[in-house]
């Protein structure tokens, strides 16, 4: 059972444009919300994260918006590079007792020059 | 001034034999964790360990066996390694209470059983 469903698996941008990549979770005692950025042959890093009271964060070139009602929240990267081609993963994780992210299925984000 | 490493980074090894991968976080975190992530890439966890006392572990094989001999250090030793264990595996440490509790990721084991 997928408790965070991720969507595209994959994705092509042009440089400039405006990368959307979405998450829908099923456990509505989830309470912590981060994406992570993997690049090949490391290790996934934190990129931003929310918490379900605010609907949108945002830092620089990317934002979270966050819908509680429809247990949804998307990662928007904007003005997107090529050096921002990785795997992206959404995540979700409960704030007390257990503390381990239960994970998307990831997104390949390849922005072409 | 790696904050969370792991060795060795890659092991390529037979069938049937046991193996062990460390890792140590130099944070000061209290707890530390164990994922694994496979050729699709899906990230799962497998065991979490919180001030040495096991506090996660998920539908894993008995082969599978963590050890932390100390908040710092977290190894996870796999016995009659099979084909299906081929995999990245991924340790990761937080501290409880501090903002978010992010959790850092190591650079990852990458497990070939031949």
């Known amino acids: 059972q997928q408790q965070v469903k991720q969507s595209p698996q994959s994705l092509i941008v042009q440089k400039g444009g405006i990368s959307i990549i979405n998450c829908a979770y099923e456990?509505?005692?989830?309470?912590?919300f981060p994406w992570y950025q993997q690049f090949p042959g490391k290790g996934p890093a934190l990129l931003i994260a929310?918490?379900?009271?605010?609907s949108e964060k945002k830092e620089g070139r990317f934002t979270i918006s966050f819908n509680k009602s429809a247990k949804q929240f998307s990662l928007h990267i904007m003005d997107s590079q090529p050096g921002d081609s990785a795997t992206y993963f959404c995540?979700?994780?409960?704030?007390?007792?257990?503390?381990?992210?239960?994970f998307g299925s990831g997104t390949r984000l390849q922005v072409q020059p | 001034d790696t904050a969370v490493s792991q060795t060795p980074k890659y092991l390529v090894t037979q069938m049937g034999n046991d193996k062990s991968i460390k890792c140590e976080q130099n944070?000061?975190?209290?707890?530390m964790y164990w994922y694994k992530q496979d050729s699709k890439k899906f990230l799962k966890i497998m065991f979490s360990?919180?001030?040495?006392?096991?506090?996660i572990n998920e539908t894993v094989p008995n082969r599978f066996s963590p050890k932390s001999p100390d908040k710092a250090h977290l190894n996870l030793h796999i016995n009659s390694l099979e084909l299906g264990d081929s995999a990245v595996y991924f340790c990761?440490?937080?501290?409880?209470?501090?903002?978010?509790?992010?959790?850092?990721f190591g650079p990852g084991t990458r497990l070939l059983v031949l």
């Open positions: 990761a440490s937080s501290q409880e209470g501090l903002a978010l509790e992010t959790q850092y």
């Open positions: 456990n509505t005692a989830f309470d912590y």
């Open positions: 929310i918490r379900p009271d605010v």
């Open positions: 995540a979700a994780k409960v704030d007390t007792g257990r503390r381990a992210l239960t």
């Open positions: 944070l000061g975190h209290d707890t």
């Open positions: 360990y919180n001030n040495k006392e096991l506090i």
